[in-house]
């Protein structure tokens, strides 16, 4: 075992690399560029982009999983935005190479 698996964890290892796996994709660093100037719904990330709105739900879908976005449905809406702790929390990881 790893010295990195035993500080920690195995479990928490995968969430680091589902984390950064988000991360990987072009269009899923751009969505979240995009939320950082703010709250939208998936329909506003789609004209942006000029996607199909189910390529946006598919990648929104990879944020949500990994915690990096959050959404909240206002009638026959739904308003993506970003979780910022989900952000630190991968951000962290880094910090273990600076000491």
């Known amino acids: 075992?790893?010295?990195?698996?035993?500080?920690?964890?195995?479990?928490?290892?995968?969430d680091y690399y589902d984390k950064f796996k988000a991360l990987s994709d072009p269009i899923r660093l751009d969505i979240l560029n995009e939320l950082n100037n703010g709250e939208l719904s998936a329909g506003d990330i789609a004209d942006k982009f000029a996607l199909p709105n189910s390529k946006i739900s598919y990648h929104l879908a990879i944020l949500k999983k990994v915690d990096m976005v959050t959404e909240r449905k206002y009638k026959n809406f739904i308003f993506y935005s970003l979780n910022r702790n989900g952000i630190q929390e991968a951000s962290t990881w880094f910090d273990r190479f600076q000491k």
């Open 1 to 14: 075992m790893k010295k990195f698996e035993i500080d920690c964890g195995k479990a928490k290892l995968m």
